[in-house]
């Protein structure tokens, strides 16, 4: 007879897990949904995804995305289609842009959990990985912006784990590859062949290395799958070749895909190798301090657990497969960007809620305090000085509290540390009056103490620290999404909003024109609604045909333009506003007729 105490034990630990579980997901729906609407919408990515996915719903013509009325043949259609649905239902507005991204990222860590979960039977191993896959800089942003990259996501974790799920099964199923087929074909819809990199490598070395090669060959069937995938995909390509022949095709997969990645489109943002270090720093805090340890199990004995018929063994080395092949493969693009390597966060949660799963067998090496220490006090000092920031960059060190003065000046004077002019640019944007709420000094100290705090508690090996670190991490996301995001939106995008606000309000769409001259700022576009003519120099507009005598020339243009942007447009001809590093300038034709006899 069991112990009635034992099974007590048992069902109490049962009911608080369960419990954990639903409480996981309500803070993940909150910290998704509920800010979706805080700021407006950001440049570039964000801004021009949310204007096609509008234009889709003016021009009804869902075959081919367009911006600004010209085709836009960057990402194929699936994003445009969702957002525009939301768009219908919910209107032109942030909210509507950015939900189906919150609704994908919800799906993605629920989807995680439930694999996880059934294939193994281990609720907490699977609530643990679906935490470090969503609590997570990374994640939160993406999940709340209106581009197709947490939509990709979604579509990858859930073919690569449908596969893995199938591959591990004790008992295959027929349908499962033609799901996976389908999602991939979706995924296909959503960013392209980008999204088959992963189920094709992780999976395939994983029917290499299990035995008997043939019956997992019949678990992941990739007939069935490229069948399905076709299936799925093909009414679309269909579509536009019929409407566009294969100047879609040549644009994404040529211009988009192939030179992206071999030579770099001008966007990217390091030619570094190690930049993805870095991103992992700071878009996968704090579980990022626990990578090293969960890399060093996932790689021992890492054919034997791929081979291992317990899915559970053969998590770490799986995800160890996923991850290396997202990070490695966009450490060598000529294009690098933060979000390129999302899709590798499933791999590595994997591999970090396996290794805290057995930490109470194999102690975490307790020597990661080395580099995890001076790591969490740079992330907290960030958060520390945030309010400061604008004040430090701009040389204002006498506007800052007497302790920072201090520590300014002995950098100065004993290590000759200066700082350095910022670009006319930045400095107009940083001029700006943007109260900052000390709720970011609150979220330095609860990283600078509570993260710490979780890490010694893993450390010792109790379970406790796994939870601290959770919850920590949760309240830091949330503090983030409430007083960071907002402020920034403020330095750099608010003075946009304003100026898209104006036009919409006094543009007049029968006479005026609007000209973009040397900007890419689609947020104008998506707020005002009205379209515009991009000028690459002032000059450009003596080459224009003039409309009539009674219309309005509308310019927008960065400050540090304005000089030359008077040649054409002097203060006595027009009426010009700036703000936060962009001007808004407006010129009857009768003052600039007037102008141009003038010169």
């Known amino acids: 007879m069991p112990n009635s105490k034992h099974v007590l034990n048992n069902h109490k ?41 509008y234009e889709m719903l003016e021009t009804g013509d869902y075959v081919t995305p367009q911006y600004n009325g010209e085709p836009r043949y960057h990402k194929p259609p699936l994003i445009y289609w969702v957002q525009s649905i939301s768009m219908d239902l919910l209107g ?12 994908f990222a ?45 939509a990709l996501n979604f579509f990858v974790v859930m073919a ?33 062949p980008v999204s088959l990199v992963v189920p094709a490598f992780v999976v395939g070395l994983a029917v290499l290395f299990k035995p008997n090669f043939i019956y997992n060959l019949k678990c992941v069937n990739p007939f069935y799958v490229l069948l399905a995938m076709l299936i799925t995909l093909v009414p679309w390509v269909q579509f536009v070749i019929d409407a ?57 004995g890492f054919k034997r657990r791929l081979a291992s018929e317990d899915v559970e063994k053969a998590l770490p080395a799986l995800g160890f497969l996923w991850f290396v092949v997202i990070f490695v493969l966009f450490s060598f693009s000529a294009t690098k960007l933060p979000h390129y390597i999302l899709p590798s966060y499933a791999g590595a949660a994997l591999m970090i809620a396996y290794r805290l799963e057995k930490m109470w067998d194999k102690p975490l090496r307790s020597y990661s305090w080395v580099w995890a220490l001076p790591i969490v006090v740079l992330f907290s000092v960030v958060f520390l000085l945030f309010k400061y920031v604008p004040d430090i960059a701009l040389g204002r060190i006498d506007q800052l509290p007497s302790l920072l003065q201090s520590l300014m000046h002995y950098l100065q004077n004993s290590h000759g540390i200066e700082i350095k002019d910022v670009e006319a640019q930045t400095k107009f944007v940083l001029e700006q009056d ?66 898209g606000t104006e036009i ?52 927008v243009f960065k400050q540090e ?28 034709m009768d003052n600039m007729r007037r102008h141009l006899q003038q010169r």
């Open 106 to 150: 919800f799906l993605t860590v629920f989807g995680f959990y439930a694999f996880i979960s059934g294939m193994t039977g281990n609720k907490r191993l699977a609530i643990t990985a679906s935490i470090i896959l969503g609590a997570n800089l990374s994640f939160l942003v993406i999940s709340q912006a209106s581009t197709a990259d947490m």
């Open 13 to 53: 630990l049962n009911q608080s897990l369960s419990s954990m579980i639903w409480i996981t997901f309500a803070i993940f729906a909150g910290l998704f949904f509920l800010n979706l609407n805080l700021t407006g919408l950001f440049d570039v990515d964000e801004a021009i995804f949310a204007e096609a996915s």
């Open 244 to 300: 566009k022949g294969f100047d879609f095709f040549h644009e994404f997969i040529v211009v988009h895909n192939i030179e992206r990645f071999t030579k770099g489109m001008g966007n990217t943002q390091s030619s570094s190798h190690f930049y993805y270090v870095f991103v992992l720093m700071i878009g996968f805090f704090p579980w990022v301090l626990l990578l090293p340890n969960a890399i060093r199990t996932a790689v021992s």
């Open 504 to 555: 919409k309000q006094e543009f007049n769409t029968e006479k005026d024109k609007l000209y973009f001259v040397a900007i890419h700022q689609p947020s104008v576009r998506f707020v005002s609604g009205v379209p515009f003519k991009n000028l690459n120099a002032p000059k450009e507009l003596l080459n224009e045909v003039m409309p009539e005598e009674d219309a309005t020339l509308w310019f």
């Open 434 to 499: 943007v109260h900052i709420s000390s709720l970011t000094f609150a979220l330095g100290v609860l990283t600078l103490i509570g993260v710490p705090l979780g890490l010694f508690y893993i450390y010792a090996r109790n379970r406790a620290g796994v939870i601290i670190l959770m919850a920590v991490n949760f309240m830091v996301l949330l503090l983030v999404a409430v007083s960071v995001v907002p402020v920034v939106y403020k330095f750099i995008q608010q003075p946009l909003a304003n100026i």
């Open 561 to 588: 333009k304005l000089d030359a942007m008077q040649e054409i447009a002097p203060k006595y001809a027009c009426q010009t506003s700036c703000e936060g590093g962009y001007c808004l300038v407006k010129m009857t």
């Open 160 to 192: 690569t784990m449908g596969l893995i799920a199938n591959l591990y099964a004790k008992q295959r199923s027929k349908v499962a590859p033609l799901f996976v087929g389908v999602v991939l074909g979706l995924a296909m819809l959503a960013k392209g």
């Open 92 to 103: 032109k507005t942030p909210l509507a842009a950015r939900l189906p991204s919150a609704v």
